[in-house]
């Protein structure tokens, strides 16, 4: 496994652990029998593999909507209204984004989500010991 690949799978760790965090989050509520209108929104975040992540969330009210991609200093990388359906998935590439701290902003009406995540890239050393030399 090449250096690159590596460093890919370690920031893939630290995101999928978020995204579990957030699904475990899902089941609890929906557990919990609470009404779907009066529940407030989730937003879901699940690691599709090499930095693509699909982002989901429910409107079941039909609310306006914004989604962003921002990085800590609020540069924004992507941003979109999307129509007003009850429900939203998507698909993103995160690949040609640098190292660094971002997160995925969902505006429902006066609703704020937010999920944050880490890309980054690490360095390990290791040792390989030789074949026999004769």
């Known amino acids: 496994m090449n250096k690159n690949t590596k460093n890919i799978i370690k920031a893939l760790a630290v995101v999928f652990t978020l995204a579990t965090a957030t699904t475990e989050g899902m089941a609890q509520t929906k557990a919990a029998g609470k009404v779907a209108s009066t529940e407030k929104s989730t937003l879901s975040v699940q690691d599709l593999g ?31 209204y999307p129509s007003n359906d009850t429900q939203y998935v998507k698909a993103f590439d995160l690949s040609n984004l640098v190292d660094g701290e971002y997160t995925f902003v969902v505006e429902l009406g006066t ?3 937010k999920k944050d995540f880490v890309i980054t890239t690490q360095s390990l050393r290791g040792i390989a010991l030789a074949g026999d030399r004769k």
């Open 111 to 113: 609703e704020k989500l």
């Open 50 to 80: 090499n930095l693509r992540f699909k982002l989901a969330f429910e409107n079941p009210s039909k609310q306006k909507t914004k989604i962003s991609l921002v990085d800590k200093e609020n540069n924004l990388f992507f941003y979109d």
